[in-house]
């Protein structure tokens, strides 16, 4: 299984940025997918998912500001950010719940105030 994440950088704070996440090597059509957002100093934690189905949530933090999306043809998993906040400065990971839990590389985003 890879999953290779892409899209991050700086940004101002109020700037959007749509994070790319490619999967292969594992079935997409059935796959539960997701972002998770490591902060400096924070655990890792959930900011949106997806499921096979289409079932969308969020972290409380994201609602409102965040869109997760996936595309089965190019089997990508999309997360559009918008108002972009200090805090949401963080290594972005890639997650599939396939055989387990996958994760990918992982792409940073800086948010400046």
């Known amino acids: 299984v890879q999953l290779q994440a892409s899209g991050g950088g700086l940004v101002q704070a109020g700037g959007s940025l749509r994070l790319s996440c490619k999967a292969s090597g594992l079935n997409f059509k059935i796959t539960d997918m997701g972002w998770y957002r490591q902060s400096p100093g924070s655990q890792r934690e959930l900011v949106a998912t997806?499921?096979?189905?289409?079932?969308?949530a969020y972290a409380d933090s994201a609602k409102g500001r965040f869109t997760i999306s996936r595309d089965w043809p190019t089997r990508t998993v999309y997360l559009q950010m918008t108002g972009l906040e200090p805090e949401d400065t963080g290594i972005y990971f890639c997650?599939?719940?396939?055989?387990?839990?996958?994760w990918g590389q992982g792409t940073q985003v800086t948010v400046s105030s």
């Open positions: 997650n599939a719940q396939y055989r387990g839990t996958q």
């Open positions: 997806i499921s096979s189905g289409g079932s969308i």
